[in-house]
């Protein structure tokens, strides 16, 4: 029997399992986004100390023993300013002191993290781990072949979001969403063995990102900057995605196109704005 899988309602957290089990799964928090020699943490929406108290609150909500950080804990691509070490033990060794279990897939920002981490918190590499039937990986690189034949896969990386009509009190219109991608019942393995294992997964949850500060891709305008990644074109584009606002809201279906080829340019038309 698989365990649930679910949004957490206001928050860019997936909870594995009832309430009271399992894991809560986020990604992409970024430590020391903006942040300075004198204020390594960056400003206070994106601190560390205020991650990990909405981390915190995110685990007693849902009574759920374990985090796991789906990639790019620290922003910092390889190593860490000698200002951040410190707040980067300091943030999982507050997590720890709660009696939670956290556990780390690395992404292409934590080059180097692990030496700056305590000893209690369990690493895994940027292939991937399964959890309770869910491949969770980063997406910066292919994932191991465990996590190929998972039924459902989690991934980050992406930061997506969907811009609106500006208003206001928002004049960009961009938020940051879910996205999820129904996939068609797997083709039978091939005869002749490949490099990789087949992807098996019925659906697959792109991750907002953590960190309020890291920026969002709008997917319903253009294509994006991270529409490189072999996601896009390996993954996403061979399902039916559709995009969910933070509180929910269903905005409807979103093309997922195959990035071009190199030395072509492909048309993409955006869709109007919802």
């Known amino acids: 029997m698989e365990s649930p899988l679910r949004p957490v309602t206001g928050a860019p957290a997936l909870h594995l399992g009832e ?9 992409d928090l970024h430590l020391g986004l903006g942040g300075t020699t004198s204020v390594p943490g960056g400003p206070p929406e994106g601190s560390a100390e205020g991650m990990a108290g909405r981390l915190l609150e995110l685990l007693r909500d849902r009574a759920a023993p374990t985090l796991i950080i789906a990639g790019d804990v620290k922003h910092p691509i390889v190593g860490a300013p000698p ?28 080059v180097g993290l692990a030496r700056y981490l305590p000893r209690e918190v369990v690493v895994h590499p940027p292939t991937g781990v399964v959890r309770d039937g869910v491949g969770i990986f980063h997406g910066h690189r292919w994932p191991a072949d465990a996590v190929l034949r998972a ?54 949850v792109v991750l907002p990102a953590f960190n309020p500060l890291s920026g969002t891709e709008a997917l319903n305008r253009a294509r994006p900057a991270r529409g490189r990644s072999f996601l896009f074109g390996r993954f996403l584009s061979r399902g039916v995605a559709r995009a969910y606002l933070l509180d929910g809201t269903d905005l409807g279906p979103i093309p997922i196109a195959s990035p071009p080829r190199p030395g072509k340019r492909a048309a993409v038309r955006a869709p109007s704005v919802r």
């Not at 309430?19 to 990604?27: E, L, P, Q, T, W």
């Not at 707040?87 to 292409?108: K, Y």
């Not at 996939?183 to 019925?202: F, G, M, N, Q, Y």
């Open 83 to 110: 200002a951040l070490r410190p707040l980067l033990f300091d943030f999982f060794a507050h997590l720890l002191r709660s009696g939670c279990e956290v556990e780390v897939v690395l992404g292409n920002h934590d």
């Open 151 to 204: 039924p459902r896969l989690v991934v980050g990386h992406l930061h997506p979001g969907f811009r609106l009509a500006p208003t206001t009190d928002d004049p960009d219109g961009k938020r940051p969403c879910w996205v999820r991608v129904e996939l068609p019942t797997p083709a039978p393995p091939p005869r002749r063995r490949r490099r990789h294992a087949p992807l098996r997964a019925r659906e697959i």
């Open 19 to 27: 309430r009271g089990s399992g894991a809560v799964i986020v990604a």
